[in-house]
């Protein structure tokens, strides 16, 4: 087999496939141009999608040539869900999050060289089809029994909802997008994620049926725990890879807080490091998981990949800093207020405020005796410095970037408090 698909396989990205014999000849043949598509559904690309980059990725860095389509035509139709009809967003919001969409995964892929990576856009050639042609020209290649037997489709229609024919349609959107990449770029393969089998496989037969050519696809399984459920949601929801929409803090303490058993599964999806290091570290992780080595290489190379080498170091050394292990002044303002965001909080008067007025206040005491036995004992905190007088205030010179002090009690109880305004 191909040194590239057994690698593809070795990382869990290959679930159900077309012919992986005949992809694999085609690969020894030569470069293939590929496509992956995203639809612009929300302003950012989540977690989910970044199994499909990781894939453009590999397959690019092996020498093939990507075609990354962001779906401004499928967008606005939406593609049936299990849960229910989707809300049709205005037009010029989907335009917008083509452009966002656009700009996240740029940063995957090159666009230089050889095989360089080229942006396409559904709706380039679907707005000019018109009614006739959709059912002349396209729907003539289609077959309601295989359409409604797609699992989607069919649990929509047993509901009391139903499913309109917008939504229906979809599939047949998708299909001709893949005839639509043979013919202007010689696309002869389609990658996305398992629950888009049945779409990616309309689009090989209809290559087939139009075209007359023959054409392949695979897709990756969906990421799930070791129990089955869903992987991700982060407190606020989906994990983002927009920075607007969650930190790279948050987003590095999603991964550094997967559970063990999930580590060696995420590691070779989620990083593009070389298989001899992957299994060095998976060896270590599973020899002492108290470490935490395996979630701390995870959660920094997928926070590089996504927000940069720079963010991810400065995010670490925060999640360091607040348990001790740094030092808090060197954290940009806005890295710090990241960190503190979901911490208890209080307000502070500067040069009246005392550690245990913020140790009561925050909540981390339930009063000021037991907030002064803390300080007694040593187990109070000013910005990772033990406190020893309970009547020393808290003045301008303690604030952090971003004007702010933070309260240990312990190893792992923190608090933030702020000046008032």
């Known amino acids: 087999m191909n040194t590239l698909l057994e690698e593809l396989q070795w990382r869990g990205f290959i ?15 030569g470069p293939i141009t590929f496509y992956a598509g995203y639809d612009p559904t929300a302003a950012s690309l989540h977690h989910g999608h970044l199994v499909q980059l990781m894939l453009m990725k590999h397959l690019q860095n092996a020498g093939h040539k990507p075609l990354a389509l962001v779906g401004g035509a499928t967008g606005l139709i939406g593609d049936p869900r299990m849960s229910g009809e989707r809300t049709l967003n205005p037009s010029d919001v989907v335009a917008e999050w083509v452009e966002k969409l656009r700009g996240q995964i740029s940063r ?6 050889e095989n360089a990576a080229v942006m396409v856009n559904n709706y380039d050639w679907t707005k000019d089809i018109s009614a006739i042609s959709l059912m002349r020209d396209l729907g003539k290649h289609f ?21 309109s024919f917008t939504e229906f349609s979809y599939q047949i959107l998708q299909a001709n997008d893949f005839a639509e990449l043979y013919r202007r770029y010689g696309c002869t393969l389609e990658t996305g994620g398992n629950d888009q089998w049945g779409n ?11 075209l007359g050519a023959t054409v392949h696809a695979f897709t990756t ?38 559970d063990d ?17 992957i299994e060095r570290v998976i060896a270590e992780h599973e020899a002492n998981p108290r470490a935490r080595l395996g979630q701390r290489t995870l959660a920094r190379e ?23 292990s740094g030092d808090l002044a060197t954290i940009d303002a806005q890295t710090l207020k990241d960190a503190t965001a979901q911490l208890p909080s209080a307000d502070l008067t500067l040069g009246e405020s005392t550690i245990v007025d913020v140790l009561v206040d925050s909540g981390l005491e339930k009063g000021r005796s037991a907030a002064r036995r803390t300080v007694a004992s040593g187990g109070a905190y000013l910005n990772n410095v033990k406190v020893e007088d309970e009547d020393a205030v808290i003045t301008e010179a303690d604030l952090l970037p971003g004007e702010c002090v933070l309260v240990r009690r312990g190893r792992r109880n923190l608090a933030v408090a702020r000046p008032k305004a």
């Open 15 to 29: 679930a159900q496939h077309t012919d992986l014999d005949a992809l694999d000849a085609a690969l020894e043949e």
């Open 108 to 113: 995957f892929l090159s666009f230089e060289g």
């Open 143 to 163: 077959r309601m029994g295989t359409m409604l037997a797609k699992e989607s489709v069919a649990a929509r229609l047993r509901s009391d909802e139903g499913l």
């Open 200 to 210: 990616i496989i309309g689009g090989v037969d209809f290559v087939r049926k139009s």
């Open 221 to 258: 399984p969906l990421i799930t725990k070791a129990d089955g459920t869903k992987f991700g949601k982060s407190e606020g929801g989906a994990i983002w890879l927009d920075p607007e929409m969650l930190s790279p803090y948050d987003f590095f303490q999603f991964w550094i807080n997967v």
């Open 261 to 277: 058993v999930e580590v060696p599964k995420l590691l070779k999806i989620f990083t593009m490091l070389p298989r001899e290091e």
């Open 302 to 324: 997928v926070t590089s990949l996504v927000h940069g080498a720079g963010a991810a170091a400065d995010v670490e050394a925060a999640s360091g800093a607040l348990f001790g």
